[in-house]
């Protein structure tokens, strides 16, 4: 008996320490949660040139590495209508993109989600992606050439277009040339949803053979200081450097490691194989570039095994993820080098993501989305929920209609669990029998409890296997309700306008009558107070601990966790809170069914209609 209640207050405060000390550290000691203690970065100088071999005599030496882009750590920050000006510019618009191409450095920095606003309010602007250098949250991308012994364009270069607008009806071709022969030429298309094709061409009409390695770069500013909270990196959900490296998604990088700063807890708990400064890889790389909770910006080379990829830091707060091919590229009087980047830019929405990995062979773009350890089962949900929210076209009855779902198919297993918490908490008064007879014995005690446990044919421990099967199945489906930007700024009803955030009525202020914000810490909603109540009627349904310790621990555990996840979505929220209103049902119609439960029942039934009789007489 005492095993089985140690197991379960093992898992369930685990749980508790799980999902709920990232958030009390970021509540109650955010300078420990932010702490940047500074480590020596082992990476060279980013503007460190490689020196390259020669291919033959009459061959110009052209190697080297991209340099981190200027500008973005230097300038003072401006605000962005300030800044696009002062560059000339030419238009993207696509249904879902809208923005412009910098034609001084052939940069695209200036990128707008039009499906997706920034909040719930009418006059909400759309989501800024990418940003030029000189704003608050810099981050753009750039195509180019490095070479040694011959002129290569940079971010300086103005280019010269062949339009006015890149829409997917109208590539855009831009084109600049150096004074020893050589035309460098950068053609752009996009389609219909995120995804940019960068054609790089370069055409040596020079006199001699030069040697050039193309390359793409994808460069933002991150001030590790000011992260919101919504779009930092937890153990659950990876924020920052992302790729897919020898066909498998590498979650490892975070901002911090790159900067060189002190790794958080749970980094140093399951280990990282990055390390500060740089982060190199040479094998079969299918993408990489930079994810935030919903949006993603990736560069996509043609030919995953002729190119080398790193993340670096370029100091402060700048950050760049870059591709270039393996060795330098030949190129002879009279020839041309053409090679294909495809750029990523927009939201991670699973269809769309789903879509490029098949279409072109992107291994592993849906991993952008990070499903971690559950993906064989988070995928079937999330394809079931957003099925259910296709059929209904309410994304919180889609959740209710999803809980109904899969707690039909955990029924046996419940069925299981069940029976043996009523076996359990009807042979509970022939337990406090022999713990009261046997109280200053307690090897009797447990001999005497063992022996009850056999004649009764009580298994303690038949109710711990569904607890475990069930954690895997929670964690998938908060990871799901979490991640899914198909539940994002989705409405339920009445107060609940936005299921991917908070529950925002709380009692603390009077439902909003008293004109102040309570702390996030004290923002209780509705939902989780719901969740915690359910849970309560729940817990007062199993078998009630016999050590009064536990039974303390156990009473308090519901209410722990209605703050712990009063800052969770309202959609996770709603499933917990609707999981356990079934669960209390099933449980109740069990106990109803089973034959010495509803003989205990009866008796607890006469045992209160006397006492109510007692106290109305003595009244």
Avoid at 69 to 84: C, F, H, M, N, Y
Avoid at 176 to 192: C, F, M, P, R
Avoid at 569 to 584: C, D, F, H, K, R
Wanted: with cysteine.
């Amino acid at each position: 008996m005492d095993n089985k209640r140690n197991i379960i207050m093992a898992v369930l405060l685990t749980g508790i320490i799980l999902f709920g000390w990232p958030m009390l550290m970021e509540q109650f000691f955010p300078d420990m949660a932010n702490k940047n203690e500074v480590v020596e970065q082992n990476n060279a100088p980013a503007n460190d040139q490689a020196s390259g071999n020669t291919a033959s005599p009459a061959i110009v030496p052209a190697t080297g590495n991209t340099d981190i882009s200027t500008g973005a750590a230097s300038d003072k920050i401006r605000p962005l209508a300030e800044v696009l000006p002062e560059s000339p510019r030419i238009l993207i618009e696509t249904p879902r993109l809208k923005g412009s191409i910098n034609l001084k450095g052939g940069r695209i920095d200036d990128l707008t989600l039009t499906d997706h606003s920034v909040d719930m309010s009418k006059d909400s602007e759309p989501v800024r992606l990418f940003s030029p250098s000189g704003t608050e949250n810099a981050y753009f991308s750039r195509f180019g050439w490095a070479g040694e012994g011959v002129a290569v364009p940079d971010d300086n270069t103005i280019w010269t277009p062949d339009g006015s607008k890149l829409t997917p009806e109208t590539p855009v071709t831009l084109k600049w040339s150096n004074e020893t022969g050589q035309t460098y030429a950068i053609k752009l298309s996009v389609d219909s949803d995120y995804l940019i094709t960068a054609e790089q061409s370069v055409t040596n009409r020079g006199e001699n053979a030069i040697a050039l390695k193309p390359y793409g770069l994808i460069n933002r500013k991150r001030d590790l200081n000011n992260i919101p909270r919504a779009e930092a990196s937890t153990w659950t959900i990876h924020s920052g450097p992302i790729g897919v490296f020898e066909g498998a998604a590498n979650y490892d990088v975070d901002y911090e490691n790159l900067a060189g700063e002190e790794p958080g807890f749970f980094v140093r708990m399951f280990g990282t194989s990055a390390v500060a400064g740089t982060n190199s890889y040479d094998k079969d790389v299918s993408w990489l570039g930079f994810t935030d909770k919903y949006w993603l910006g990736a560069l996509i080379p043609d030919n995953i095994s002729d190119v080398d990829a790193k993340f670096r830091s370029g100091g402060g707060d700048i950050f760049q993820a870059e591709i270039a091919k393996k060795n330098p590229q030949i190129i002879g009087q009279g020839q041309q080098l053409k090679t294909t980047t495809r750029l990523f830019a927009g939201a991670k929405e699973n269809a769309v993501l789903v879509k490029y990995q098949e279409d072109y062979g992107i291994i592993n773009l849906d991993r952008a989305i990070d499903w971690g350890w559950f993906y064989w089962f988070e995928k079937p949900l999330f394809y079931l929920l957003n099925w259910l929210f296709q059929l209904v076209g309410n994304f919180g009855v889609a959740i209710i209609l999803m809980t109904f779902i899969v707690r039909g198919i955990m029924f046996p297993i419940a069925q299981k669990q069940f029976a043996s918490m009523a076996q359990m908490r009807a042979v509970q008064p022939k337990m406090k029998a022999i713990q009261e007879k046997h109280k200053d014995d307690k090897q009797q005690q447990q001999q005497e409890i063992m022996k009850l446990y056999k004649d009764e044919k009580v298994n303690p421990l038949a109710g711990c296997l569904p607890i475990f099967l069930q954690i895997p199945i929670f964690f998938a489906l908060y990871k799901v309700l979490m991640l899914s930007i198909e539940m994002r700024h989705q409405p339920f009803i009445l107060w609940i306008k936005d299921l991917s955030a908070p529950d925002p009525l709380t009692p603390v202020n009077l439902f909003g009558l008293l004109p102040f914000d309570p702390p996030s810490f004290l923002a209780v909603g509705i939902l989780p107070i719901l969740m915690g109540i359910t849970m309560h009627l729940q817990f007062k349904l199993n078998p009630a601990p016999m050590d009064p310790m536990q039974k303390q621990i156990f009473s308090i555990m519901p209410w722990i966790l209605v703050f712990i996840m009063a800052p969770f979505a309202a959609g996770l929220q709603l499933y917990w809170t609707v999981s356990n209103i079934l669960t209390i049902a099933q449980q109740k119609w069990l106990y109803s069914r089973h034959p010495q439960m509803k003989e205990m029942m009866a008796k607890e039934a006469e045992e209160k209609a006397r006492k109510a009789e007692a106290d109305k007489a003595g009244a």
